[in-house]
């Protein structure tokens, strides 16, 4: 799956050239004009990295980033027209991981993405990659079994499938679509209601069992920080 980059300018020259370089790279934007939208992008998509301005209507840059700091160490690009020392330290200090002052080149703002993201993902603890757990849900990968509260549940291998890719990432939002493709294949013709029916039948085994339903889009499975 592409890296997903939250975006926060509200200068819209300056918003729609930066997405247009970072998709041109393959990544995927979420760009908007207020922290309190990128706030709710936090909450629900967990971005691998944002690209942030201070100077913002509403709640600023400064305060976004202390507060995605008090749950996330996801890398954070400051960007601003402020070029103060005092200005680059308190943004350093609140969490930032980097400071680019405007006006500056998108390529080199591309740059320093792509060595965030490898920076971020090298200091990823190795996961144990045959158990996911994910709150009271746990899959062991090679026995194919799954575990609720403690005791094993007998599910199917696209229910599995389903379960696995929701707990793989707690809190995002995945399509409908997204998850007809992943768990059916690509060469699946059927309508996208085979993926409601699925989740019918794990919230039926797994009553307690967070799945939300995110109208008019798809499904996410919730976790802590929500």
């Known amino acids: 799956m592409d890296q997903l980059i939250g975006l926060v300018e509200d200068d819209p020259n300056i918003r729609d050239i930066v997405e247009a ?18 706030w709710e992008i936090f909450e629900q998509e967990a971005p691998d990295l944002w690209v942030l301005d201070i100077m913002l209507p509403g709640m600023d840059g400064y305060e976004f980033c202390k507060r995605v700091r008090q749950t996330s160490e996801v890398p954070i690009i400051i960007i601003s027209a402020k070029d103060d020392e005092v200005d680059k330290i308190l943004g350093l200090e609140l969490g930032g991981d980097d400071y680019l002052t405007k006006p500056f080149s998108p390529r080199e703002l ?52 389903l379960l696995k890719i929701l707990a793989s990432q707690e ?35 797994m009553k307690e069992l967070p799945i939300e339903t995110v109208w008019g889009h798809g499904y996410r499975l919730r976790g802590p920080s929500s």
């Open 21 to 38: 370089y970072l998709k041109k790279e393959g990544y995927e934007v979420e760009a908007v004009d207020t922290a309190e939208k990128a």
């Open 110 to 161: 591309v740059a320093r993405v792509k060595r965030h993201l490898k920076r971020w993902q090298v200091m990823q603890p190795e996961q144990d990659t045959d158990t996911i757990q994910a709150g009271d849900l746990q899959l062991s990968e090679s026995e194919r079994r799954a575990y609720f509260q403690g005791a094993e549940v007998d599910v199917t291998t696209k229910e599995f499938e």
């Open 171 to 205: 809190n995002r939002a995945f399509s409908r679509e997204e998850l007809l493709v992943r768990v059916w294949g690509d060469d699946y013709f059927g309508s996208d209601r085979a993926v409601d029916d699925l989740v019918k039948r794990i919230r039926k085994k």
